[in-house]
């Protein structure tokens, strides 16, 4: 198994090799959201497979740079994920109550200005070149931040799934790499459990809700 030296070589390796597709990621997440608040009638199910491709951009940067845990994992949790979402049946997506939507929107902008593994820039440059859909921890927080402001879109399965990954690469990130900032990570996978138990959020039509 690699140090923890040799693994965040390689994520640091990562986010400094591909700004610019760290910049596309976050123009996407930046065209989520303001689909999301724009009003349009985005489904459940296009959203969830909107959510899960950054997974198969993580994937595929961890097989280039040598890392194949991350590969096969991410691109195991990425397909699973896809696949959950093409089942789930909300036909309308709406904000989950504030209880949610603060520490899901603060996840969102952890993960948009993940402060780590950039080198030799300033700290502008977190806010469009910050490793989002380059790297576990920032992509995860990001979807999980997503999932907590959209009432768990839905779906217990997709919320349990999401949890136990974001629970692990917290609690590794934060406890054998090093970097502690990662229990911010940990922490929200905690709150997607809660969300992926609580029938009041994820039994109901999201249409309904809104109501």
């Not at 994520?11 to 724009?38: E, K, Q």
């Not at 950054?54 to 940067?61: D, F, I, K, Q, R």
């Amino acid at each position: 198994m690699p140090t923890p030296e040799e693994i965040l070589a390689g994520l640091s390796a990562i986010a400094n090799d591909w700004r610019l597709l760290a910049i596309f990621w976050h123009g996407y997440f930046a065209a989520l959201i303001f689909g999301l608040f724009a009003g349009l009638r985005l489904k459940g199910r296009l959203f969830g497979i909107l959510l899960a491709a950054p997974m198969l951009s993580v994937s595929a940067l961890a097989w280039i740079h040598g890392n194949p845990f991350n590969g096969f994992f991410f691109a195991l949790t990425g397909v699973v994920l896809i696949g959950i979402a093409a089942r789930i049946e909300i036909e309308r997506l709406s904000i989950a109550p504030m209880r949610l939507t603060i520490p899901g929107a603060l996840l969102i902008l952890f993960g948009w200005v993940y402060p780590h593994f950039l080198q030799d820039t300033g700290a502008t440059a977190y806010l469009y070149s910050a490793p989002t859909g380059l790297v576990p921890c920032p992509t995860l927080s990001v979807i999980i931040g997503f999932t907590l402001v959209l009432r768990g879109l839905g779906s217990r399965v997709w919320c349990l799934v999401l949890s136990a990954v974001g629970l692990f690469y917290g609690a590794f990130g934060a406890g054998r790499l090093g970097v502690t900032i990662d229990w911010i990570l940990f922490i929200g996978a905690l709150a997607t459990i809660y969300v992926a138990f609580s029938t009041h959020l994820t039994g109901n039509r999201i249409g309904e809700i809104a109501r």
